[in-house]
Structures are given as C-alpha cells and as structure tokens.
Nanobody, 124 residues
Framework: QVQLVESGGGLVQPGDSLRLSCVAS????????MAWFRRAPGKEREFVAT????????LHADSVKGRFTILTTSAKNTVYLQMNALKSEDTAVYYC?????????????????WGQGTQVTVSS
C-alpha cells in the first residue's frame, strides 16, 4: 500500500522553528520527486518546496525562501521540511506529495500521491 504519513506539526510562537516529517512506504522512494504544499484557512492549497527524484535539486516558494528547507533521508524513506523564523502567515495544514515526474514542479496537479496533512499553527 502506497502511503505518505506526515508528522511534526503543532502550535508554536512567531520566530520559532519546527521540523515536519513525511515517511513514504509502498513506493520506490528514489524514483519519486517529493514536495510540500500547504493550505491556509480560507485559501487554496499552495506550493512550498520540492526536491527532485535524484535529490540533487530543490525549489522553494518565494514566501519561504531562506526560512524553510526541504531535506531527505533515503535510508529512512523520509522527506523533511525544516521551518525556521515562523510567521503567523505560515499557519496552515501542510501536505506531503510525491510524483514520478522528472525535474522540479510547483504544480499540485502533477503530484499523484498525497498524505493526510499535519496542522501547523503559529500564534502568540
């Protein structure tokens, strides 16, 4: 069974850090590009970051560039999202996604495997 399971969300204060994890099972992890998307309350789901299937390239949304970093650990079939200097506007449900497409994509329509999401709330 192909599955992506996110964890690590929670309630933090502005300026804090948080690391999200996404464990992939039932798929050849090294064949898939991995990504993080998020959906804030009342908004469309948006791209956050992606890493290519060969793990050589990454792409981050402008809104998180310099604060968030996408990382992978092939030995654990896990992709992480390291989030630093969190802001209230980062509050959202964060989703992990996977695709066999080559290269880097910020378009959710190109991802065919999704996790259930993990809630991140940034509030003082």
């Amino acid at each position: 069974q192909v599955q992506l399971v996110e964890s690590g969300g929670g309630l933090v204060q502005p300026g804090d850090s948080l690391r999200l994890s996404c464990v992939a099972s039932g798929l050849p992890f090294g064949d898939y590009a991995m990504a993080w998307f998020r959906r804030a309350p009342g908004k469309e789901r948006e791209f956050v970051a992606t890493v290519s299937s060969n793990r050589a390239s990454t792409l981050h949304a402008d809104s998180v560039k310099g604060r968030f970093t996408i990382l992978t650990t092939s030995a654990k079939n896990t992709v992480y999202l390291q989030m630093n200097a969190l802001k209230s506007e980062d509050t959202a449900v964060y989703y992990c996604a996977a695709t066999r497409m080559l290269g880097l994509s910020r378009y959710e329509s190109e991802y065919n495997i999704w996790g259930q999401g993990t809630q991140v709330t940034v509030s003082s």
